[in-house]
């Protein structure tokens, strides 16, 4: 997790959260990504994936890097997956509000990652725990802007470093019932809706991660929501 921003990338956890929906649409440049099998004609008929995004630049978006990181270990993705963003805060599966992504790039210190379930940072046999020089980080490129929408602005550099103790709010388009370490995620059972929920920040470990109370956080899918 980037200590020098104001969101930042949030990992998988299996914790209870007590979480909202973001009916007012306070959090509108947290967006859903979204990975689809498509059929000979393009249509989209198989939901694979999904992770959290922020909106940073007008068709800039970050989001984890174990989310992006597949895409290079294959050397492309195949022509039978595309991939798709939402900024609907209740309906992120509906095809009108979709904006096709162009472009990944990945964090260069991530490790060799093919797509998932070996692909996942909180799993050590991609990673140790916490382990140093690691960002998880990755970057997805919009076909357009989507209208309407301010993008995320950066804090100031070091100022999660001195926010310990500090309530923040989580953004993302997780799933709200916490999985056991080995049960395989059903993308058919997601909602497509952004919930937010606050957490404490209890302490930052180094300039890569960061560590938040729980329970606060939605599992499955909220990599790479925004934390504000």
């Known amino acids: 997790m980037k200590a ?18 973001d009916l007012e649409n306070k959090y509108s440049n947290v967006g859903a990504l979204m990975v689809w099998r498509v059929d000979d004609a393009g249509k989209p008929v198989e939901l694979r994936g999904f992770a959290s995004a922020t909106l940073t630049r007008d068709r800039v978006m970050v989001t984890a890097g174990h989310f992006t990181a597949p895409a290079n270990a294959l050397g492309s993705l195949p022509s039978s997956i595309r991939l798709f963003a939402s900024f609907s805060p209740t309906d992120g599966k509906d095809p009108k509000t979709w904006i096709p992504v162009v472009g990944q790039a990945t964090h260069p210190s991530m490790p060799h990652c093919p ?33 309407g929408i301010k993008p995320a602005r950066f804090a100031e550099y070091r100022t999660l470093e001195r926010s310990e103790g500090a309530q923040m709010t989580i953004a993302g ?39 938040w109370s729980i329970p606060s956080y939605v599992c499955s899918g909220d990599s790479g929501g925004g934390i504000f």
């Open 4 to 21: 020098s921003a104001l969101w930042l990338l949030l990992e998988s956890m299996t914790a209870s959260a007590q979480v909202t929906v």
């Open 173 to 211: 388009y997780g799933t709200t019932t916490p999985l056991s370490r080995n049960a395989p995620l059903d993308p058919s059972t997601w909602d497509g809706t952004r919930r937010i929920r606050t957490s404490i920040l209890r302490r930052v470990v180094d300039e890569t991660w960061a560590l």
């Open 115 to 147: 797509p998932p379930p070996q692909c996942d940072p909180t799993d050590e046999i991609l990673v140790a725990p916490l382990q140093p020089g690691i960002a998880d980080v990755g970057l997805v490129f919009l076909a357009y802007a989507p209208r």
